[in-house]
């Protein structure tokens, strides 16, 4: 979410330049160059299809792939992994099910800001030509039952190749890429979507890191968790170069947000969106104070049992 990182299809050797083998691989962006691709540990990860897709989602959590693993409905299916981080890698992918999954390849999977929305390419499900895009929502959390694929319709799909549907957070437009006007190119096409076939609204969080004495640019990691339960639910971290970070996160909860850094007190606040609005981007910048005799904190995000003085 804050153009730092790239998700790279294959696993590269330490020079950053060699082919080992397929799978997927992270790089991070250092200021003004980027850095060597790291692969991705799935568990049990095997594809014996020439092609391999997959889209991360805006927490950073959960990725949607496209493969062809010997437990296929047809050619390539999307399944879904989960990042473990006791074991700082992958679960081994699991099918998204008949409902989702055809006889017919299923690829080029996004999974847009919200989280819930997933936008595919497939030959198998009811289209106008070749590839058509379609659209399916999670129906619960954990990604286990998909509403039925909704054609995008002929104003978008082609007769041709039609695939790489991508969204914005801001859900304006869309981008794709289609062989509308050739039989062997593809061109880059943007689109504007009717409203039922937008993603839900979600909410752009951004800003620095500060030092709030020397006003010098700070690298910490930003957790965000649900209140009052306290429960974490997303993280980023501020760039070294300019303390600047940004996130995005949906309607439904009340957030509080926090930072760690040695040598510094901890910073906690807190924004409520569980009044969904429209798409909207807000700043909030973070002033972190070195620990020192007579240093302070404010402390924003404490709550009480009601009529009790319990926290």
Do not use: C
């Amino acid at each position: 979410t804050d153009n730092s990182e790239l998700l790279l299809s294959n696993t590269y050797a330490k020079d950053g330049l060699s082919l080992i083998n397929r799978g997927f691989s992270t790089t991070q962006w250092q200021g003004d160059h980027w850095s060597i691709p790291e692969k991705i540990d799935i568990s049990s990860y095997m594809n014996s299809s020439n092609t391999a897709e997959t889209s991360l989602s805006a927490t950073g959590k959960s990725m949607v792939l496209s493969l062809k693993t010997g437990y296929n409905e047809g050619m390539n299916d999307l399944y879904l992994s989960t990042f473990m981080s006791y074991a700082h890698s992958w679960s081994g992918p699991r099918t998204a099910g008949k409902v989702i999954n055809s006889f017919g390849n299923e690829s080029t999977p996004f999974l847009a800001a919200d989280g819930k929305t997933l936008y595919f390419a497939s030959e198998g499900h009811s289209g106008y030509g070749d590839m058509d895009i379609f659209m399916s929502r999670m129906l619960d959390k954990r990604g286990f039952e998909w509403s039925e694929p909704i054609n995008l319709g002929p104003e978008i799909n082609t007769a041709n190749w039609d695939g790489y549907f991508t969204i914005p957070a801001h859900g304006n437009w869309a981008y794709m890429a289609s062989a509308n006007d050739s039989s062997t190119h593809l061109d880059i096409y943007r689109v504007k979507l009717p409203i039922d076939l937008k993603p839900d609204p979600v909410v752009l969080i951004k800003g620095r890191v500060f030092d709030a004495v020397t006003k010098e640019p700070l690298n910490v990691p930003i957790y965000f968790e649900s209140l009052p339960d306290g429960r974490r639910l997303s993280a980023t971290r501020s760039k070294s170069t300019t303390g600047s970070y940004q996130i995005i996160l949906p309607y439904g909860n009340h957030y509080g947000y926090y930072t760690q850094l040695e040598g510094y007190l901890s910073t906690h606040d807190n924004i409520d969106l569980q009044t969904e609005q429209n798409y909207q981007e807000i700043k909030r910048d973070i002033y972190l104070s070195p620990l020192s005799t007579g240093s302070f904190i404010s402390l924003n995000n404490v709550y009480f049992a009601q009529s009790s003085y319990e926290i």
